[in-house]
């Protein structure tokens, strides 16, 4: 066997165990990695969970979105339907478009391809042993020995916020950017095919992962260090062109988002709540457990072994610019998320969250830490004591790997339970109802986005964006707010009096906890609303509201109009008027959706948010009313010319 054979075996075998013992470590053997039990502390879970003690509790997002979206998407491929809308949140918003979502990205293909379980625990390995093998090979390109080089690989992707965020798009996004490094330097100084193709690939997979803030971060990073690597402006044409190739294979992802972000809550700053970490939270970079911070936000460790060569590393400077350059960035990340006056102004005037630099402060330490290590063996082989030095070395990657896996094993949870949201008597008399109804939680029931979970379509929602327009017309509903414990809620006295908004969006249950001493009844007195309790359990009640307007029905002159047909993207009526009328379908207008009325093209009279809304001729007609967004065909379009001009690109730079 040829000696790159046996280092290309050798480096599998170290992926592999490192595999092994970051999931046995998560306890991957046992279940999902997933704090599951969150729901437990909510209805109509309750009863049936019983008490219990919340492993992982600021890691409920993955609970409430990541999973629930996911599984989504999974029953529309399975159906010939590409992901393009979720039905069931927010009155329906789009669900390849939120680019948390994450569906494009290739590490999370598992979890679309084979399920949930074991799709999902496949998809956190792979962003971890990807982080790592980038790691390793870009500090192998930069002359890195193989120990020094896998101990600032473990550094980055065993690192404490490496795996904090690890069921979180971030490190979908963050997991490649080794190879836009990679690749980003080497075209810089000697083009070639290999790499230009590399580069194409490392920065879809990024822009893929879902988390803008994260690929920003990124973006900027890599420029920098390709602005370093060349040295003048004309050596940054093939990273660049390399960079935008990349960025148009994944605009059917970027442009969809960016429509959904020009048009959502969070670009106006709502939701939103940046902050800085407070000093006490370096000290997670000796104690990984310590509680006077954030448990995901401010986990830093990246391995006592990293942190002391550091300084061997830094002595290096005035030979070395590379040293410098990452010294600076290092430093830089530093100050950008710990407490201070800059961290706080940028934190405030870019909307940023800025703690999320620390998922790429492993880079710079983890390149000081490998120099540092090398000058060291550099001695030690001068002195004749190579062999044992190398030994030493190995030896130190190994409990650097051992020291950050102990620690992993302390943040996440796992969920045994076969089935993730076990359907109480509440959930069931629902599913059994067929037909278009919408259903309004009240108070902490049901918490946001969990309608997508239980596949029952509501008013509220929870994620990162949020359509804007639509969250300013559902204050006719009544005051949504924010509590310590849940998101996006409206209590019962929040309901406007009257309720004609519940009837015209066509709410005909509102969702009761059972712990409540009021019911219809009292609602009906205070409020001027005709609701009837249909339904009370232990796990909580359901009140009828009979004034419900049907999803689908006819304004402006007698008839009538029927759902023929319905998917999450496509809506089928037949309707019936002896006169022009207004077909009125009760989902908030968003742009991308598309109406036709016998097969010819139609206006729809609405702006975004308000009541979805075509006119009809007289007569009896087929409306088709269609999600199949301009922004999404024009990124096919993109990634399809950029295929061609890859291909082309390729063809004048050298061979490897």
């Not at 949930?116 to 390793?136: C, E, K, T």
């Not at 300084?311 to 960035?329: M, T, Y």
């Not at 407490?339 to 998922?359: C, D, E, H, I, M």
């Amino acid at each position: 066997m040829s000696r790159p054979s046996r280092s290309r075996l050798a480096g599998f075998a170290a992926l592999l165990v490192l595999g092994l013992g970051l999931g046995y470590r998560l306890r991957m053997h046992e279940g999902l990695v997933l704090s599951n039990d969150v729901k437990s502390r909510f209805w109509p879970w309750a009863p049936a969970l019983g008490s219990r003690t919340i492993e992982a509790p600021a890691l409920s997002d993955p609970v409430w979105q990541f999973v629930p979206w996911l599984e989504l998407a999974r029953r529309e491929m399975s159906a010939g339907r590409l992901p393009l809308w979720n039905p069931y949140q927010d009155g329906g918003v789009p669900l390849l478009g939120n680019s948390i979502s994450a569906l494009g990205s290739p590490l999370l293909w598992p979890a679309l391809a084979f399920g949930v379980r074991p799709g999902w625990n496949l998809s956190l390995l792979l962003r971890a042993l990807l982080a790592a093998a980038a790691a390793f090979l870009w500090l192998r390109d930069r002359g890195r020995s193989r120990p020094a080089a896998g101990l600032g690989a473990l550094a980055f992707a065993l690192s404490g916020q490496f795996i904090a965020w690890l069921e979180h798009p971030h490190t979908l996004a963050a997991a490649a950017v080794p190879l836009l490094l990679l690749f980003g330097g080497r075209l810089v100084e000697r083009p070639t095919r290999s790499d230009f193709a590399g580069l194409v690939g490392a920065t879809f997979v990024v822009l893929s992962g879902g988390h803008p803030e994260t690929a920003l971060m990124a973006a900027i990073l890599a420029a920098a260090y390709a602005a370093f690597r060349g040295g003048t402006l004309a050596a940054l044409r093939w990273p660049a062109a390399g960079s935008l190739l990349g960025a148009a294979f994944a605009a059917p992802l970027l442009l969809p988002f960016l429509e959904y972000y020009a048009l959502s809550a969070a670009r106006l700053g709502e939701g939103r709540h940046p902050s800085v970490l407070p000093l006490v939270a370096l000290l997670r970079f000796v104690l990984p457990d310590d509680a006077h911070s954030h448990p995901i936000a401010a986990a830093a460790a990246v391995s006592l072994a990293v942190l002391l060569l550091v300084p061997f590393g830094l002595r290096g400077l005035r030979r070395d610019s590379e040293r410098r350059f990452w010294a600076w960035w290092a430093l830089a990340l530093l100050v950008i998320a710990y407490g201070g006056p800059l961290a706080r102004a940028l934190a405030v005037g870019t909307n940023l969250y800025l703690s999320r630099v620390l998922l790429f402060l492993p880079l710079p330490f983890g390149f000081l830490a490998a120099s540092g290590l090398d000058d060291l063996l550099l001695r030690a082989e001068q002195a004749g004591r190579g062999a044992a030095a190398r030994a030493c070395a190995c030896a130190l990657a190994g409990l650097a790997a051992l020291e950050l896996l102990v620690f992993a094993g302390h943040v996440h949870a796992v969920t045994k339970a076969s089935v993730l949201t076990p359907v109480t008597p509440l959930l069931a008399r629902l599913r059994e109802e067929a037909g278009t109804y919408r259903v309004l939680p009240l108070h902490t029931f049901l918490p946001a986005n969990t309608a997508t979970d239980v596949q029952l379509e509501e008013l509220r929602g929870y994620d990162a964006l949020a359509p804007s327009a639509w969250r300013a017309r559902r204050r006719e509903i009544g005051r949504f707010r924010d509590l310590p414990n849940a998101t996006d809620v409206i209590e019962p006295w929040d309901l406007a009096p009257g309720g004609a908004a519940l009837d015209a969006w066509s709410v005909k249950y509102l969702l009761l906890h059972p712990q409540f001493a009021f019911g219809a009844p009292e609602l009906n007195a205070r409020l001027g609303l005709d609701l009837v309790e249909e339904y009370s359990g232990p796990d909580g009640r359901v009140l009828l509201n009979r004034r419900v307007k049907p999803r689908v029905r006819l304004e402006g002159a007698p008839g009538g109009a029927i759902l023929t047909g319905r998917t999450a993207t496509r809506w089928a009526i037949r309707t019936e008027s002896l006169a022009p009328s207004r077909l009125v379908v009760a989902n908030p207008m968003f742009p991308g959706w598309r109406a036709k009325v016998d097969g010819a093209s139609s206006r729809i009279e609405s702006r975004n948010g308000e009541l979805t809304q075509i006119p009809i001729p007289a007569g009896t007609h087929e409306v088709v009313l269609e999600y199949w967004p301009a922004s999404f065909r024009l990124g096919l379009l993109a990634a399809a010319v950029g295929v061609i001009l890859t291909f082309a690109a390729t063809r004048h730079l050298r061979s490897a």
